[in-house]
């Protein structure tokens, strides 16, 4: 029997509401079981140290592990529980170095749609290896296909959990948790209000329910 898909919440801070963070992410993390939470800043810089700490110790209080998006080793200081390495050309040369600075934390990382980067990645020991599309791919549809093909291949082959990001809807979720992803990311922002948070939570969590088949 293969292990049930987890939801990984992916949320997004924008500097303007910042101050609305905690209670969207409160009502996030309360609306369905919550695996795994990655805090970054929406614009790609770093999130404030004093937005982040109430944001890492809200999750953690409810035994969900707490990621930043980040390759600069701020887990220790933010008291975060790892960091996730967005997809980048030389992701396997930033991998090494965020591994060697952070040890024991969980490190995972976006390798795109190269397998051979997800293979190096696993080898080299990431804690898990993300699938996403990055925001400049035009053919949405045909990227989504690759995805799909790419958690399938790996799900079949490797035994280092894999990550669906950049998920736009329920329908793809469901696809993906069908596929063989170990995680699924919903993507929440601290622009959300508290019932568009809840309800994205909710509607990707009852599609990750994937029924079994009579054997």
């Not at 890492?56 to 008291?79: N, P, W």
């Not at 035009?138 to 490797?158: G, M, N, T, V, Y």
């Not at 696809?175 to 994205?200: I, K, N, Y």
Request: glycine content about 6%; some cysteine; hydrophobic content about 45%.
């Amino acid at each position: 029997m293969s292990t049930p898909t987890s939801l990984y919440l992916d949320f997004q801070i924008d500097d303007a509401s910042a101050a609305r963070a905690k209670s969207v992410l409160a009502v996030a993390i309360e609306a369905a079981p919550i695996a795994s939470v990655l805090l970054r800043h929406g614009q790609g810089a770093k999130i404030a140290a004093e937005t982040a700490r109430p944001l890492i110790a809200l999750a953690q209080a409810q035994g969900i592990a707490v990621l930043i998006a980040s390759d600069t080793g701020e887990t220790d200081m933010l008291g975060a529980d790892g960091v996730h390495l967005l997809w980048s050309s030389n992701i396997i040369r930033s991998f090494k170095t965020a591994r060697q600075s952070a040890p024991v934390a969980i490190v995972g990382a976006d390798a795109g749609r190269s397998r051979h980067d997800a293979m190096e990645l696993g080898e080299n020991g990431a804690d898990y290896v993300a699938f996403g599309i990055p925001p400049h791919v035009e053919d949405r549809e045909k990227a989504a296909e690759r995805q799909r093909d790419l958690i399938s291949w790996w799900s079949e082959l490797f035994e280092v959990p894999c990550v669906a990001f950049d998920v736009p809807d329920s329908e793809a979720a469901h696809a993906l948790a069908a596929s063989g992803a170990d995680f699924v990311s919903v993507s929440v922002t601290s622009t959300d209000t508290e019932q568009d948070a809840a309800d994205r939570v909710r509607a990707y969590s009852a599609a990750l329910r994937i029924p079994e088949t009579a054997s």
